[in-house]
């Protein structure tokens, strides 16, 4: 769907759709943490695994559903603690 904004220009809400989606919504709650971190490095990132692997977050919750799948190269959050080698 598009639509004209109040300045004349053509806005496309999908790809506004597609931009919100790829950002990390922890960032959005807590502020962005180290730059050079991704998700998948810190220590309350973890993987459920079942016929799939689902990624999540500690900190947003498990529904079992795709609303708390979380993605591993996200940028990190300020809730970022780099996870010890295993």
Do not use: Q
């Amino acid at each position: 769907m598009k639509y004209i904004n109040v300045l004349g220009e053509e806005i496309d809400t999908d790809e506004v759709r597609k931009k919100l989606r790829a950002i990390n919504p922890m960032v959005k709650v807590y502020g962005s943490g180290p730059v050079d971190k991704r998700c998948k490095h810190c220590r309350f990132f973890y993987r459920k695994r079942y016929s799939h692997i689902y990624f999540k977050c500690e900190f947003r919750g498990d529904t079992n559903g795709p609303g708390t799948d979380h993605k591993a190269n996200w940028p990190s959050c300020k809730k970022f603690i780099l996870s010890e080698p295993s």
